[in-house]
């Protein structure tokens, strides 16, 4: 079986790859065709050049990798979400990525792609559904969750995926 190419941005040995719909608009975003760390100053163009849609995304995923709070990432050098989402979200020092790529089910990290019109859309083993927006697949290490946005992900289903994260999923990533 040929090994599907990872497009996105991250850390090359993420822990934990988001996998979502959508690219940013601005160049290189739209023809990125393999997994790209942040540089300095990357993010804030993002956003800046881009729909709000960008911010909230990239602040949610900054809040569930705070909430995880994993000793061997660098979360824990930052003073809170912000800080991690500013300073090391998405580097090549990070442990983790998000990627545009559909997921590579053989993949050893943890996988949780955002949208179920998303995960009805792309290939993925089978599901159980744990409520009306979260399922697992624990062979795999996937997690299907709402879109990186704070109406469908609040703070409270963050808390949630963490959890879901940390039960079902952490022990067997490490």
Request: charged share 15%.
């Amino acid at each position: 079986m040929k090994k599907s190419t990872v497009v996105g941005l991250g850390a090359s040995k993420a822990r934990l790859a988001i996998y979502i719909a959508n690219r940013p608009l601005n160049a290189p975003y739209p023809s990125l065709n393999t997994l790209q760390p942040l540089v300095a100053g990357e993010l804030q163009n993002i956003v800046a050049n881009n729909s709000n849609h960008w911010r909230k995304a990239f602040n949610v995923f900054a809040k569930i990798l705070w909430q995880l709070k994993w000793p061997e990432l660098t979360v824990n050098t930052a003073s809170c979400w912000q800080d991690y989402r500013d300073n090391h979200l998405l580097k090549a020092h990070s442990r983790e990525a998000l990627l545009f790529s559909p997921p590579d089910i053989q993949a050893s990290h943890i996988k949780i792609v955002t949208g179920k019109t998303y995960a009805a859309a792309i290939a993925l083993p089978p599901l159980t559904w744990l409520d009306a927006h979260f399922a697992v697949n624990t062979q795999h290490k996937l997690i299907v969750c709402p879109y990186l946005d704070y109406r469908q992900l609040s703070n409270a289903r963050i808390v949630t995926l963490g959890l879901l994260i940390s039960e079902h999923l952490q022990e067997s990533a490490v």
